[in-house]
């Protein structure tokens, strides 16, 4: 009864957008604008579903234009590393469910292969026959340089370790430190690398490794200052994640305003949300780990306290500032003459934070 008074609810407000709004052209602005790459396909599989559109952001990250992809199957942008065993169960999940969720490698025009999720939604017309597929993909390019950085960097650290621990037990904070970067490691890959749907993609670029009863050891170890256009040259974030990180931080700045204006009445755990997803967002960035986890801290903090609660109001916001300050600089303006700085203000205030709520 529920989903049918929604499905009802759906069906009125669309129908009242369509008074100000065609389809046709609420569609248009929908595949023109988004940030995401989008493919529309026919629901033919027997010609292995001959692509009718390409938006802008699929056609720069394939390689191909348009008019080059219409008509052809997206089966032009597979090749030898591409996961075979996934794509073959595309054509039964769709005649099962309608929908499609995986990821894989995709071929672009010139050869050079990247790493792509995607899922694929059926489209009916007003009898209820399937007519069309629309999919939405995402680049994963940024996501496994990550895998590949913490993968150098954990073997590294493994051989290390090991090599410390055996020849001399007076070097016990330099270990402490490595172990601690280690854990960093994990948490980066156990949150937001591996997933069921990822870790085919990613699996290879870990170890086993635990450091089991070590405790929060070490201090983290000096970071080479480096400008935001330095940074910028050397690493460049996918342009969708850039977007995703910039309204995640406006939404934190819009709640956490209405914080100070309810006082005692605050929504900790919409607050704590916000937070996990600029965090979230932030771990695509390697080079600013410090920042983003003790941003989860503050969000995981915060998710424990009742709405009744009082909490210094101030300080969360003085912490959001430095915050949005810092990714305003490296992310936004691309001003910051070292992008560590706003990171250790960050930092230093979600310590001071984190005092009071405990």
Request: proline share 3%; hydrophobic share 35%; net charge negative.
């Amino acid at each position: 009864m529920e989903n049918k008074t929604s499905s009802i609810e759906e069906t009125a407000f669309f129908s009242q957008l369509m008074h100000s709004c065609s389809v046709l052209q609420l569609l248009r602005q929908v595949l023109m604008h988004s940030h995401h790459a989008i493919v529309v396909t026919t629901a033919d599989h027997t010609q292995g579903y001959p692509i009718v559109y390409a938006n802008k952001v699929f056609c720069e990250h394939t390689g191909y234009e348009l008019a080059e992809l219409v008509g052809q199957s997206p089966r032009i942008l597979q090749g030898p590393g591409s996961n075979h065993k996934v794509i073959a169960k595309i054509t039964p999940a769709l005649k099962k469910s309608g929908y499609f969720y995986g990821s894989s490698i995709n071929y672009r025009k010139d050869g050079s292969p990247y790493p792509v999720e995607w899922n694929i939604t059926e489209i009916k017309n007003e009898e209820g026959e399937v007519t069309h597929y629309i999919s939405m993909q995402k680049d994963l390019t940024n996501l496994k340089r990550i895998a590949e950085q913490i993968k150098d960097t954990n073997e590294l650290f493994k051989r290390f370790y090991a090599i410390q621990a055996k020849e001399n037990e007076n070097k016990i904070e330099l270990n402490k430190q490595v172990v601690e970067t280690i854990k960093t490691n994990e948490k980066i890959y156990s949150g937001n690398l591996r997933s069921s749907d990822n870790v085919e993609l990613f699996e290879d670029a870990f170890f086993d490794f635990s450091p089991g009863e070590m405790g929060a050891l070490g201090n983290k170890m000096q970071k080479t200052p480096i400008s935001a256009a330095e940074f910028w040259q050397e690493s460049p974030i996918a342009q969708d994640d850039l977007i995703s990180l910039t309204e995640s931080i406006r939404e934190l700045d819009a709640e956490i305003g209405l914080a100070e204006a309810l006082n005692n009445r605050t929504n900790y755990h919409t607050i704590a949300n916000y937070m996990k997803e600029v965090a979230n967002c932030l771990y695509f960035c390697v080079e600013f780990n410090d920042g983003a986890l003790i941003i989860d801290e503050v969000a995981n903090a915060l998710s424990q306290l009742e709405s009744t609660e009082s909490v210094p109001t101030e300080m969360l916001s003085m912490f959001n500032r430095d915050v949005s300050d810092w990714i305003d600089s490296v992310f936004v303006l691309k001003n910051a003459e070292n992008i560590f700085s706003g990171e250790n203000n960050t930092v230093a205030a979600g310590n001071q934070l984190l005092a009071l709520l405990k």
